[in-house]
């Protein structure tokens, strides 16, 4: 019931995310305060006694983004400037989306480009009601006649026009302010803050003074005959909920003249730097995750319809070299003897088979076990009691690779048992001279243990039946993951031999591999059980190691991977994205947060998008992580396990918010991360994931793999 | 309808909308229907013997009996298994006995087992396996299902195979044979001129002209310079054991080398030149005749091994592999592999090991090799490598 009311908990919590969200864009339309606003001219006589809110719509073009109304004729942002362009006299039109009660004001800074067809260019700035939508109220700026229009609907049919000259000399080219102002039934027009038109004392017909609530609605701008360019448009209303009434008339009794009407400001808004440097490092977020987004998608589609590559499958009669398996073992009591069993029994020849059993300063029973094999097997088993030296797993393979007298070395964790064909699977692509690592593919055998192990078994599907094998198929790099794989002592000493400052020594294996001109292969039909966490608190130390190590690793050898010349473009790139994959939670997290401080800053066209991006990677970007699993079930023929694929979302959480904390902490304790330590005392220790039970389902503890790592 | 009311119907409408999703899957997480480990292959499923001995435990167990009594008696006897599968266990005869249908349809549907030598008609489709202790003689044209002799197995000219052929001792395909599926045997497998394949693994895998093999020892081996990394004419970085070239490789006539070769370009090695290591190219491996290398050529699109050269390791390329006449792969005491999508060997070549060719196998000399039978892409690029000198 628990493990409901946390799921029940995190799906609200979900809800109410973007509940607040989308209640967020609306409230942040309507929380700026009109004191904060620039103050109107003395001109302006319209009044209100009790202005709560002002809600202002303003869409500027500099952003590069049209608002999300709709049009004809040719519109397209020039310059940060929106144009419209009538090249045949039809009349270009761009309808704002804008739907109010009568107080409301339009706004727009225009310039006259040049006429066509011989018509001189006019701009429209325009409203209507919603009774009689063929009658409208505002701006005509006409070229042809040096004049600004006013037009004012009343009663529904009549429109009153008033022509405004203007200065002939400079129709084109120049900046025209043009507002218009609706209130309780009254017009007011302005042209660059000359008050032109006030309809109390020009109109010809008596105003209907509002006795029915009036909507105005499709405020518009358009060009006839020529182009235009337009700066921004605003929409500032004030609003008919402000007296609690909504009835037309109550709102007109609230127009009173103890206080003024505020105007916005028509200079283009400037942005502080710090809200440039903020827009911009969003951006990049934005483009980062757009990144992963497509990696993900190319993988997945390469597995399911691309070349598959597997060059090395077809080598089943070979004079097989010799090979060691070496296999570390940290207090692996109840695992150990399982996997010694298997891998005497494994399809290979025996006289060209050693297998190095590792006791790395076990204190349960693991060394006795060892030795009891040992004395069963003397010429296949080689014994090797570390009881000194440095602490972790790499110390441990590095003293033990001095003692691998073959050129060809695998290594097994102590809770993965090989099957009969796994080492010659293992060994063969050695064959190939450019190969440094070999990695096989581990699959989860407590699948049945909880929900967690049944999304890591999903998890794992994808990291391996796709990530894996579309880097293979893509000539890319493909990982060594520490376990069931193996390398070429030659080339492993070529490039340093195992590093012991590292907290992932199978990545930071790899890509020193690479770096030398050494290809790591994947070996997608060469499975392996492996254990795997069945605790969230367990799961959640093993990825925060993972996130470490891999992190280390991205910061030692990216630069010396975009430098190398011995590796290919498409290794470079996956390589850098796959040393990039642990930094991508900590720079979601920055990328939502971002957002949110920008809206709030008053961010609204930019932002808008900007969070939408960002949040729709939770749909989308996990959209195709949850494609490549899907993708991983069906190559792998399981069917039911993918209706578990929407709770793949918890873990999701789960890794984002781990690795961002790891990443943080390491950066915080290591500087620039190039440490290794990962001890309170600053040393390297086993950091060993607990596990629950052997294969043969006893209970145990202890477990010293990271191999088997995905994606987050 | 109140305020309070809507918009509780409308939270409730919108997490029933979101939590629709989860319904399948906590249905799937409460009754566990799929929560097993996937199954993984245990043991090394490229074992090309699988099939062939599965076939002879269901011979032991079913048959046992019958065939040791056909055995002393040398009488054909008939049946029906009780999955409904319909046998003959042929006799002194040697040669199967077909009811009326089968003759009408030329096609036998019953298991065909022998426990001495078998002899079958030609132009006859065997859609059930077949089986005998001594050695089976197929006649011409014929189609078989699968086949299992501890014997000697025969296949006249243009039989085809559908699934799996294993010889106790040898398999003969005469020419224009097309072989699909597993072909194996304990001893040797011969392939005449013409006949096409798959997969193929004995210890000796003759590919020969119609009449009689050549017996071809790939003759390689003179009296070579040592050559040193300073001797090519492109910059080599050696590294354990290994000459990496960035571009294209190539070793001249007659030279000798220890090291493995990595090159990123095309790979040419010259008439006499020995290598005591591997080769592996990202593009192609052009050897010439009389070449020997005592490892494995790899390459990432082709593989050419000229006249007379020995290959000791194995012979892997992404896209088609082509062997001269008289190139011998591997050794009698050394199997080693061969593997592509497409294979094109030329009579009087030797692999001793495993053949697989994935799309096409064919025994015909490279240069005969029709257009139009070439892989896709080589069709579009043959002018690049005859630019390199490779067809």
Known sequence: MRKIAALIFLIVAACAYFLFMNKGAIERARSIPVAALTPVPDTVSVEISDTTWAEIM????????????????????????LVGEDPRGDMAVYFLPFVHGENVMLETRVKLLRSAGGTPVEVHLLTRDDKSIHYESGLVLRAGANAVDVRHMLDYDDCIRKSVAVDSTTQYDRWYLLRFLFHGGKVDAYVDDEHVYASA???????????????????????????AAFEYVKIFAVSRAASGDSTGAAVASAVTTDRPIAFPSSAPRQRHWIVKVLLWMLYAVIFLVCVYIVRHYVFTLNRLFGRQRQPYLDVDAADWPDVT??????????VIGDVLEAMLDVDYPGERLTILAVNDRSKDTTEKIIDDFARRCPDRIKPFHRREGAAGKAAALNDATKLVETDIMLVFDADYVPGKGLVKQLVAPFFDPEVGAVMGRVVPYNVHACLLTRLLDLERAGGYQVDQQARMNLKAVPQYGGTVGGVRKKALLAVGGWREDSLAEDTDATYRLLLGGWKTVYQNRSECYEQVPEKWTSRLRQIMRWAKGHNQTAVRYVFSLLRNRRTGWQEKLDGILLLGVYFMSPILLL?????????????????????????SYSTLGNF?????????TQLDGSRQR?????????????????????TFSHVAINGNGKNGKNGKNGEVVWDKTERNNNFNGTNGNGKHTNGGRSDP | MTLLMALVIFMAFTLSFAALPFVPSLVEWRRKRDDQPLKIVRRSEVDIRYFARGFRAFVETHFAGLLEASRKTGQEQEGVLEDGTGYVVVGKTEIPRFNDAEQRAKAARRLILSCDRL???????????????????????????????????????????LRWVHGGRSVTARTKCILYGRVSADQFIRLERGCRFERLHAPRIEFCFESACVESGGTVGRESDVLKPRDLDRPVEVSAGRWRVEGRLEIKANKIVRADLVATGNARIEPGARIFGSIKSHKDVFVSREVEITGSVVAGRDVHIGRGCRVHGPVLAERAIYFEQGTVIGGAERKTTVGADYVYIAPGSTVHGTVWAHKRGWVISPGEVPENELPERLQKTKSEDEAIGHI
Not at chain 1, 325 to 334: C, L, Q, S, Y
Not at chain 1, 624 to 632: K, L, S, T, W, Y
Not at chain 1, 642 to 658: E, H, K
Request: charged share 20%.
């Open chain 2, 119 to 161: 002899r079958l008609p030609e132009a006859t489709m065997f859609l059930p396996e077949i089986y005998a202790v001594g050695s089976v003689r197929g006649g011409e044209g014929n189609i078989y299902r699968a086949v299992l002799t501890d014997e000697e197995l025969l296949l006249d000219r243009e039989s085809m195979t």
């Open chain 1, 642 to 662: 993918i209706r578990l694929l929407p709770f793949v979302f918890l873990g999701f959480l789960v890794s984002l918010f781990s690795v961002a904390r790891a």
């Open chain 1, 591 to 615: 990328g939502w947060a971002l957002g949110i401080v920008l809206w709030y800053l008053g961010e609204p066209r930019s932002s808008l998008i900007i969070i939408l991006a960002v949040t």
């Open chain 1, 325 to 334: 398996v070496v296999i570390p073992a940290h207090n692996e009591e109840m």
């Open chain 1, 624 to 632: 195709a992580v949850f494609f490549e699993i899907a993708a991983a």
């Open chain 1, 201 to 227: 004392t020009d109109a010809t017909v008596a105003c209907p003074q509002a006795e029915e609530e009036t909507v105005y609605t499709e405020p518009h701008v358009a060009v006839y005959s020529g182009a």
């Open chain 1, 58 to 81: 303003a869409w500027e073009f500099s952003d590069g983004w049209f608002p999300e109304g709709w049009g004809w004729g040719k519109w397209e942002i020039r310059e940060g400037l």
